[in-house]
């Protein structure tokens, strides 16, 4: 028998195949690092050589248990990590295994999440993982924690109005599908008490809420007696309370969004309420100041601005065609200063900010919304001229009242010495009246259009 040059080939082939196969299907080595240092929220190994985002598994000191953490920075060979929970009986010296991803990887675990409808009425942590109690749904689709970026030219235009069934918004602040806002509100200003009335009587497909750094009695008040048994049915919650590491605050508001993107994704008009952009923003302060960035503004290192136009640009909306999603994001104000750099940078960002005012929720003015210091920028674009002429009349009206209301008040005011002033006294109880609304109170876009009517009937045109 002659073996010729090809037979050989042939046979190498088919052993360097058997070979590889072995190869890939043999268990995987395992890199090794140590522990050598931690300071504050931050540990230092050295060992093994990571990107930024891999996780680690850190050997505690019976043994057994495992504590998992991301790397968040890394300085000359050694790696920065962030552990995912508080984390007690480490010791100097403890073994670090990356977390292994898909085979061939050595970037760590990748971060692939639970999404799609099978979340509807579901409450979830940031890891995915369920905290009503209930399992997590066996046909629940997964996708990257990372949503793909689209093309801004490609994104449908904001033209189609969005009824959220409040009566001061829908009529004189009027929001576009696919519009982003920020709800900019102290403590105790109403602000849970206006997402829950937005939750329950948008007009939206599914509603995904982002709780993120809120304390964890306020989580259960929200979703039991804010959002309520018919609001949950079809929203999916997130929350990652004030308790939590700064790593899973940051990454519940990114897998709130990611669940909103996959929703949008199959052609649904998603509500995305985040609660709140300022806790997300702190959160990755914590992170930054801890591995040694400086700090820029007012203790925000710069990090921080950069990441949360890359949060709020994931929402918007789809491709022509697709879907939407319409995000309220919270903005606490630091003793009511708008000039907070969070609120600052929030509304360079944002399409929008309705502004919460303490003085009015202490006159048991609800919801509080200061029509004055608050805009839409896409409603130019969504209403007709003649409804235009009416939210401007109103607005000169009120804002012309309130300049004089400490004149009113002290009766310094002699009637008739402003006729544009005395239109104004005349129609503030009803414009008053018009932009108060009960909690239970749905109030449409029709109905808030045609009470704007109504109220400024005739007097635009003489104005």
Not at 46 to 61: F, N, S, T
Not at 255 to 268: P, S, V
Not at 413 to 423: F, Q
Request: contains cysteine; glycine residues 10%; negative net charge.
């Amino acid at each position: 028998m002659t073996i010729t040059a090809d037979t050989l080939l042939a046979g190498w082939d088919r052993g360097l195949l058997t070979a590889r196969d072995r190869v890939i299907d043999s268990p995987r080595v395992r890199e090794r690092g140590r522990l050598v240092r931690a300071s504050g929220l931050v540990l230092e190994i050295v060992g093994l050589r990571l990107p930024l985002g891999a996780h680690c598994w850190i050997e505690q000191i019976d043994g057994r248990d495992h504590a998992e953490a991301e790397v968040v920075g890394f300085s000359g060979r050694s790696l920065l990590l962030m552990p995912f929970a508080e984390t007690t009986g480490l010791i100097p010296g403890a073994r670090v295994w990356p977390v292994l991803g898909p085979p061939g990887s050595r970037t760590g675990a990748a971060k692939s999440m639970p999404v799609g409808p099978a979340l509807l009425g579901r409450v979830l942590d940031a890891r995915g993982r369920p905290l009503d109690g209930g399992p997590l749904p066996s046909d629940a689709d997964h996708a990257a924690l990372a949503g793909a970026s689209i093309n801004p030219l490609e994104r449908a235009p904001i033209r189609n109005v969005l009824d959220t069934g409040i009566r001061a918004i829908n009529a004189l602040l009027t929001v576009g599908r696919g519009q982003r806002l920020g709800l900019f509100a102290g403590s105790g200003v109403g602000k849970s008490v206006l997402l829950g009335m937005m939750a329950r009587f948008t007009a939206a497909d599914v509603i995904v809420v982002g709780l993120i750094g809120e304390r964890g009695r306020e989580v259960k008040d929200f979703i039991d007696n804010i959002l309520g048994e018919a609001g949950l049915a079809r929203a999916v919650v997130v929350a990652a309370p004030a308790d939590t590491s700064p790593l899973l605050r940051l990454q519940g508001a990114d897998y709130a969004t990611r669940i909103a993107e996959d929703f949008r994704d199959r052609g649904q008009d998603v509500l995305l309420i985040m609660d709140s952009l300022t806790r997300y923003a702190m959160a990755q302060r914590e992170i930054a100041l801890a591995i040694g960035e400086p700090p820029a503004t007012k203790g925000y290192p710069p990090s921080v601005f950069a990441r949360l136009p890359t949060l709020v640009e994931r929402a918007g909306n789809g491709r022509n065609g697709g879907g939407s999603i319409t995000a309220f994001y919270t903005v606490l104000t630091e003793g009511d200063d708008q000039q907070d750099p969070i609120a600052d940078a929030a509304r360079a960002i944002l399409d929008g900010h309705f502004v919460l005012s303490r003085q009015l929720a202490e006159a048991g003015h609800y919801p509080a919304i200061d029509i004055e210091a608050s805009i839409s920028r896409a409603m130019t674009a969504l209403i007709d001229a003649t409804q235009l002429s009416r939210v401007q009349y109103f607005k000169r009206m009120f804002s012309r009242y309130e300049r004089s209301r400490d004149l009113i008040a002290v009766g310094a005011y002699a009637a008739g010495s402003d006729p544009t002033l005395d239109e104004a006294i005349a129609l503030h109880p009803q414009m008053e009246s018009f932009l108060q609304q009960g909690m239970s109170e749905r109030s449409d876009h029709h109905d808030a259009a045609a009470g704007l009517a109504a109220l400024v009937a005739g007097n635009e045109a003489t104005s």
